[in-house]
Nanobody
Framework: QVQLVESGGGLVQAGESLRLSCAASRSIFSIYTMRWYRQAPGKQRELVAQ???????DYADSVKGRFTISRDNNKNTVFLQMNNLKPEDTAVYYCNANAPGDRVLHASLEYDYWGQGTQVTVSS
């Protein structure tokens, strides 16, 4: 099994920065694509950023140029650096680990894991 634990959320003013962390309980980055999702009240969960096992990054249009996803393989931790935050960034942010469907995994692993979420609130 894999546990994902997010941290780093909080209350900031518009224009400020936050860095979210997602610590995995074991080394999985060579297999799993790591993603950050967010869900605002009354809205569907949306993909914010991802980094593949090869290190390829991708971002939602709404955060391009402001957010950066990265990972520390030695610490089994993924980060989301969020700069120039806007009130519309307010949401619960979730970390997700997803393995390719055609990959054969060890019996102890699943294809999809989620963290518990961390609240980000941006005031205007």
């Amino acid at each position: 099994q894999v546990q994902l634990v997010e941290s780093g959320g909080g209350l900031v003013q518009a224009g400020e920065s936050l860095r979210l962390s997602c610590a995995a309980s074991r080394s999985i980055f060579s297999i799993y694509t790591m993603r950050w999702y967010r869900q605002a009240p009354g809205k569907q969960r949306e993909l914010v950023a991802q980094i593949t096992s090869y290190g390829s990054e991708d971002y939602a249009d709404s955060v391009k140029g402001r957010f950066t996803i990265s990972r520390d393989n030695n610490k089994n931790t993924v980060f989301l650096q969020m700069n120039n935050l806007k009130p519309e960034d307010t949401a619960v942010y979730y970390c997700n680990a997803n393995a390719p469907g055609d990959r054969v995994l060890h019996a102890s692993l699943e294809y999809d894991y989620w963290g518990q979420g961390t609240q980000v609130t941006v005031s205007s």
